[in-house]
């Protein structure tokens, strides 16, 4: 009889030991991605733009809320275009769901954004604006570790100088800020600070 009760044990004891490694594996993944997000807002913080997208795929794209496509090498460009016009930028990405699947994972954030832009007109008065986003994000498992295969844009504000008026007219995040821009006497602003203020197909 002790036999049965034994061998019942040794399932019990193994099957443990093994969701244990499972679950020490998913938190291992998780600590990756978390990882490697921390790292892309600092990156972007030092304008670093090819530490920024070192953890990016190579066929990495991002989708905006209007459905535009963007590839790796467009958002790449676009952040070392904004950061012409960037005096300061903090980013923080605070993540909110990760569900690891097999070879993939999918992670919800939301972005927190805070720019100084220079302002042509008069550089002793910069423009502010800052913005929140939520974004889906769909990483996978290389043999370099995981690796930010694609961002779609759910859901973006931006707020900034004088836009109340902007606000109470209901406008896009896009809009928005043109009318931001529009208040401050800036409408020949570098349309590469008009992008990143979307915030829709410039980054992450």
């Known amino acids: ?4 009760a034994i061998a019942f044990t040794t399932l019990l004891a193994t099957t443990l030991a093994m969701t244990n490694v499972v679950y020490a594996d998913e938190q291992a993944d998780k ?8 790292a892309f807002d600092a990156a972007i913080e030092r304008k670093d733009v090819n530490q920024a997208f070192a953890d990016r795929a190579p066929e990495y794209t991002l989708i905006d809320r209007n459905g535009k496509l963007t590839n ?13 016009t960037i005096r300061q930028i903090n980013l923080n990405n605070e993540i909110k769901q990760i569900q690891i699947n097999g070879q993939t994972a999918t992670v919800i954030s939301i972005e927190y954004r805070s720019v100084i832009i220079s302002n042509p007109k008069n550089t002793q008065v910069p423009v502010r604006y800052s913005a929140v986003g939520q974004y889906q994000h769909i990483w996978k498992r290389t043999p370099g570790g995981w690796k930010l295969l694609n961002t779609n844009v759910l859901q973006y504000t931006a707020t900034g100088q004088q836009s109340s008026q902007a606000n109470r007219r209901k406008l896009t995040p896009a809009q928005e800020q043109i009318e931001i821009m529009r208040y401050q006497g800036m409408m020949r602003f570098n349309n590469n600070a ?11």
């Open 1 to 4: 009889m002790r036999q049965p």
């Open 31 to 38: 600590q990756a991605i978390m990882k490697a997000s921390r």
């Open 72 to 84: 790796l090498e467009q958002n790449r460009q676009g952040w070392r275009q904004s950061f012409q």
């Open 194 to 204: 008009t992008c990143l203020a979307s915030g829709l197909s410039c980054g992450f």
